[in-house]
């Protein structure tokens, strides 16, 4: 059910050590548990996002020496030229 802010309802189920936890935050950085889940749930997701694009940079890396040579000036019309002079 959406509300008129935007926001969702969601019916979660944790363990009393959670709740407890989730409580304790919650009265510490004043705000309510849903805030405080809301935050958690950015950090996780923004922490996973980095991790993606350090993987895929890391990939790139691994994979330059196959682009070695090449000029990177290089256009798909330059290359049909050169194919084309060579045929």
């Known amino acids: 059910m959406a509300l008129k802010t935007g926001k969702?309802?969601?019916?979660?189920?944790?363990?009393?050590e959670a709740e407890r936890k989730l409580k304790e935050l919650a009265e510490k950085e004043k705000k309510s548990q849903s805030a405080v889940i809301e935050e958690l749930i950015n950090q996780v997701y923004k922490k996973t996002e980095k991790k993606k694009k350090l993987e895929a940079l890391k990939r790139i890396k691994e994979?330059?020496?196959y682009?070695?040579?090449?000029?990177?000036?290089?256009?798909i019309q330059k290359i049909k030229e050169q194919m084309g002079s060579e045929l």
């Open 8 to 16: 969702v309802r969601k019916n979660i189920t944790i363990s009393r």
């Open 63 to 65: 994979r330059r020496k």
């Open 67 to 75: 682009f070695e040579g090449i000029d990177p000036d290089i256009t």
